[in-house]
């Protein structure tokens, strides 16, 4: 069923550059309002592709990204395809599972399929009358002057068009911010971090999932990690995170066994053998890059979007989070500014620049916690620390993940708050601890205790020692 606009149409022509899930999202965005939409991607239709290319890491949706899609009605619909994941779960060397929970009772991320949610966005862009999808078009040149852009076909035509405004959805290696990096005074870097990471899929066990479905298995091991998340289909897509010269230490499938008996022993049954070795060698490992810039506009007539603006690593689940917010956020100040473009583009990267720029950030810091930090006592104490005192002080203290992932809390903003909790909670547990260690001290000094009583033969404490120490 098409739907009509919130507004009459403006015949303003606004041109999305990427159909992925930004440039979709971001085609209903300004649909909504009015206007003219044209949404270019370079790749065929992938809902009537044969095979999807692309990226395939699972998608974890989480408060931004449900508000964005809420929005445009979309909310519900995505959700209910979507598995809820309430904890991480924790795999031991030795097998055990400990769950660490996300939130309080009741707070969830959701595992999404990323080619679904896609096709579900496209579709509903295309109900829009106003907006038009046009497939297999890949940009050649445009104008940030005039608006003028030329995009070629794969039969070596041509096709141009004139717009009011450009918006490059087009992803990491953005063919639209090409054009910011011949301008002087834009910021750019992009890092490579020397991890790579591989998909494999553990399949159902008699029609059922092989382990817990709500929950991100995590399989943390100091250096490197492997995750799984849900899927409709009861498979766990699982994704090995490890520096690449260590995948190319292996190169047979008889050393994948070893590696997998040696690190992960829990998974080879549930996987299978025969599978591990196949997939392993199905495709090497992939990188993974960060990317940072500034400011997001040209004039009035380009702004960036979604990975094109800041490409971030997979290790905080906010990607595609940060990406939706970006879609809202720029409707937000469009409202304050009655859609002034001169207004709005400049306005847009004061305001997200500073928020990319420290999501990006956290999600390498996340990378470290994943792999190392949840195996850390120090950790899971402080974790259950800040979890009793958001409890009796919901408004005061406010776990770091818990305003990343179940608040719109400005990504800089949590970050400054986090480390100022932070600093209070430590010198809290100092002051406490000392305060013990005095009290302690001063009730043994008023009230000796009767040495007589307390004494252990030495034989027996030895005895103790030699027990505890081979415990």
Not at 154 to 168: A, N, R, T, W
Not at 194 to 203: D, F, K, R
Not at 396 to 402: D, E, G, K, S, V
């Amino acid at each position: 069923m098409e739907k009509s606009a919130d507004k009459p149409n403006k015949k303003k022509v606004v041109a999305v550059v990427g159909g992925g899930l930004v440039g979709a999202l971001n085609a209903c965005f300004f649909a909504k309002r009015g206007f003219n939409v044209e949404v270019f991607e370079s790749r065929e239709d992938i809902r009537q592709a044969k095979i999807v290319k692309g990226r395939s890491i699972n998608l974890a949706l989480s408060h931004r990204g449900r508000q964005s899609l809420k929005h445009v009605g979309m909310e519900d619909k995505i959700v209910s395809q979507g598995i809820p994941m309430h904890a991480r779960m924790i795999h031991s060397l030795k097998g055990k599972q400990s769950p660490i929970p996300y939130g309080k009772k009741g707070q969830y991320i959701l595992s999404v399929d990323r080619a679904n949610l896609n096709k579900e966005l496209l579709t509903e862009a295309e109900t829009y009358p106003n907006t038009k999808l046009n497939f297999d078009h890949k940009l050649q040149d445009w104008s940030a002057e005039t608006g003028l852009m030329t995009f070629v076909r794969s039969d070596g035509s041509k096709e141009q068009i004139k717009v009011d405004l450009i918006v490059g959805c087009d992803g990491a290696f953005s063919a639209i911010r090409k054009q910011f990096l011949r301008r002087s005074r834009f910021n750019y870097s992009q890092t490579y971090i020397p991890h790579g990471y591989m998909e494999l899929t553990m399949p159902p066990i008699n029609g059922e999932f092989a382990m817990k479905p709500n929950f991100l298995h995590i399989w943390p091991r100091n250096t490197f990690m492997m995750i799984a998340l849900p899927n409709l289909d009861k498979t766990f897509t699982c994704t090995l995170f490890m520096p690449f010269e260590e995948f190319e230490k292996i190169t047979t499938g008889d050393e994948v066994i070893e590696f997998f008996q040696k690190y992960f022993p829990d998974t080879i049954p549930l996987i299978g053998v025969d599978a591990l070795k196949k997939d392993y060698f199905r495709l090497p490992a992939q990188a993974m890059v960060s990317v940072k810039c500034s400011p997001y506009h040209i004039g009035d007539k380009c702004v960036l979007m979604g990975d094109a603006a800041h490409a971030v690593v997979p290790f905080y689940g906010q990607g595609m989070n940060a990406g939706f917010e970006d879609c809202i956020v720029f409707d937000e100040i469009m409202d304050q500014l009655n859609e002034d473009f001169s207004a709005v583009l400049p306005e847009y990267s004061r305001v997200r620049v500073p928020d990319d720029h420290a999501i990006a950030d956290l999600a390498m810091y996340n990378y470290v916690e994943m792999r190392a930090h949840v195996n850390s006592k120090w950790f899971l104490f402080r974790k259950h620390v800040d979890n009793i005192l958001h409890f009796l002080m919901p408004r005061t203290i406010i776990p770091l993940y818990t305003m990343v992932t179940f608040t719109r809390t400005r990504y800089h903003e949590a970050i400054e708050r986090w480390h100022w909790q932070d600093k209070v909670v430590n010198r809290g547990l100092l002051l406490c601890t000392t305060g013990a260690i005095l009290g302690g001290s001063y009730l043994l000094v008023k009230n000796p205790p009767d040495i007589n009583k307390l004494s252990i033969p030495a034989e027996k404490m030895w005895n103790r020692l030699v027990a505890f120490g081979s415990s």
